[in-house]
Nanobody, 126 residues
Framework: RCSCRASGGGLVQPGGSLRLSCVASGRAFANYFMGWFRQAPGKEREFVAAIRWNGGRIYYADSVQGRFTISRDDAKNTVYLQMKNLKPEDTAQYYC???????????????????WGKGTQVTVSS
């Protein structure tokens, strides 16, 4: 299973950068699909990015394409979300999740996730 606890959030100015980390737990990481999601107060949870642990297949939401980069370190069982050129609209609680089944697509990504961790707050403000 995956603890999927996100860390690395904080307060950053518009245009700044931040890197989030998510440490997974388990023994089948090669078959895991890891995802990042975010949710702002009063807003629905939205998909941000996902990566297949073994194979390197990557997906991004249109809103973060070109600004965010998802990656993983197999030795550390850790997935990262490098965020740059941050905007106030990126302000949200960011969550890490893992799927044992597969990526269900951008619209249904959350439905395919089996494990959800505690989030980390990202606030973009001047």
């Amino acid at each position: 299973r995956c603890s999927c606890r996100a860390s690395g959030g904080g307060l950053v100015q518009p245009g700044g950068s931040l890197r989030l980390s998510c440490v997974a737990s388990g023994r089948a990481f090669a078959n895991y699909f890891m995802g990042w999601f975010r949710q702002a107060p009063g807003k629905e949870r939205e998909f941000v990015a996902a990566i297949r642990w073994n194979g390197g297949r990557i997906y991004y939401a249109d809103s973060v394409q070109g600004r965010f980069t998802i990656s993983r370190d197999d030795a550390k069982n850790t997935v990262y979300l490098q965020m740059k050129n941050l905007k106030p609209e990126d302000t949200a609680q960011y969550y890490c999740a893992a799927s044992l089944r597969g990526f269900y697509g951008v619209a249904r990504a959350a439905d395919g996730m089996d494990y959800w961790g505690k989030g980390t707050q990202v606030t973009v403000s001047s």
